[in-house]
């Protein structure tokens, strides 16, 4: 029988399993997906003050609509002889999506790095949870100031003193400057200090160093210093980009049998932009290059990637949120008005689960326009 393998578990993986299994229809095709834990983590949403609610049983999601879970870890990825090794076992396959995300890139050389918090992975956004719980009187800093830094800075100020580091000169230097005075803003209402164009050099027990050689009070110290590819796609070419992804083409086809999707796809969404490595693209990612490892072995037409309107949504805390849209993220939306939009995206995060007709059909639907704002109503909405 014709095997799709898929290996993660993450946004990516998941949507690749459904959009297989929604071109397969009831063609003799097998489709496994290899990913270590039971669970779909719903990784946007780790910043919050309960980890344990993000997440979603695989199970619910892949049995459905037939897909086989393998759980295990991917070392290999051997494309002369299309066989990939989990723990061990050799598993071939006639096409191969790999969607197995990406990883945060942490300092190496760090004194006291084994000190660090990180909301990466359920596992971390655990640690830190358990750590901090039932205490209401405490010092962080938090080393990052794009958006896991300042998602995680805020979600925390609500019960603590918070420090931001960052090398920037700016606050978000990544999102530009659309969306800068609203996170500006926000800090400051809730009381976040920050101190840029400077690192943490050490952590010790209570304490950091920054890099102009300041001591701080820090109970605890959050890394959320960039990510990276999985190290898999060094597996599969040379040629990757500066975040360690494989290119691709319109179809996501990166090899003759191999497809990627996620965080390990250097995708274009337009002449002009690469995908970002969130779940907003993700997804549909995942959809379309699932979808076509099976066309690509039952003779039906692949799809292109057509990614919808780029947004961002961010939280900040006891601030509210701060919504925008385009390349350029003009605020459509902040404060009161923008956790609405928030709330709303968190929940669209969410696969259907337990029923196969609601899966297939989100897997048909490479992108959901979001409904939070209405395009008439873009030129009446307020621009900071």
């Given at each position: ?12 993986g ?20 290899i ?6 983590v ?16 695989l199970?619910?999601i ?25 723990d ?12 197995a ?11 006291g ?5 990180d ?5 971390g ?64 209402e ?26 701080v ?5 959050v890394w ?7 190290e898999?796609t ?12 494989v ?26 932009h690469?995908?970002?490595?969130a779940?907003?693209?993700?997804t ?27 947004v ?12 925008t849209?385009?390349w350029?993220?003009?605020?459509m ?12 995206i968190?929940?669209q995060?969410?696969?259907?689960v ?7 059909a ?12 209405p ?5 009446a909405?307020?621009a900071?």
């Amino acid at each position: 029988m014709r095997h799709v393998v898929i290996i993660g578990g993450g946004f990516a993986g998941v949507w690749s399993a459904a959009g297989a299994a929604l071109a397969r229809g009831d063609a003799d095709l097998r489709i496994t997906l290899i990913a270590p834990d039971e669970h779909l983590v719903l990784r946007p949403r780790l910043y919050e003050p309960e980890p344990d609610l993000a997440k979603v049983e695989l199970s619910r999601i892949l049995e459905p609509i037939g897909v086989e879970h393998l759980r295990a870890s991917v070392s290999t990825i051997d494309t002369d002889r299309r066989v990939v090794v989990a723990d061990g076992e050799e598993i071939g396959y006639d096409r191969l999506v790999l969607a197995a995300g990406s990883r945060l890139v942490r300092p190496q050389g760090l004194p006291g790095a084994e000190r660090l918090f990180d909301i990466d992975t359920l596992d971390g956004a655990r640690r830190l949870t358990n750590y901090l719980r039932d205490r209401e009187d405490f010092s962080a800093v938090v080393v990052g100031g794009g958006f896991t830094g300042l998602e995680a800075a805020t979600a925390l100020a609500a019960r603590g003193r918070v420090l931001l580091v960052d090398r920037s000169q700016v606050v978000g230097d990544q999102l530009g400057p659309g969306p800068r005075e609203e996170i500006e803003a926000a800090l400051d209402e809730l009381g976040v200090g920050r101190r840029l164009g400077t690192t943490v050099t050490e952590v010790g027990d209570g304490y950091a160093v920054l890099s102009d050689g300041t001591k701080v009070e820090a109970d605890v110290v959050v890394w959320s210093v960039g990510i990276r590819a999985s190290e898999l796609t060094r597996q599969l070419s040379d040629e990757l980009d500066h975040l360690g992804r494989v290119p691709v083409d319109r179809r996501l086809r990166a090899l003759p049998e191999v497809f990627v999707a996620g965080d390990t796809a250097a995708a274009a969404f337009d002449a002009e932009h690469t995908v970002m490595q969130a779940c907003q693209h993700a997804t549909p990612l995942g959809k379309v290059a699932g979808y076509n490892a099976a066309a690509d072995l039952l003779d039906v037409p692949l799809r292109d990637f057509t990614p919808g309107p780029y947004v961002t949504c961010l939280d900040l805390g006891g601030a509210g949120a701060v919504f925008t849209r385009g390349w350029d993220r003009r605020v459509m939306a902040s404060g009161a008005d923008g956790a609405v939009i928030k709330k709303q995206i968190n929940q669209q995060i969410h696969p259907p689960v337990d029923d196969a007709s609601k899966i297939l059909a989100a897997a048909d639907r490479v992108y959901i326009e979001l409904p939070f704002l209405p395009r008439e109503e873009e030129k009446a909405a307020p621009a900071g």
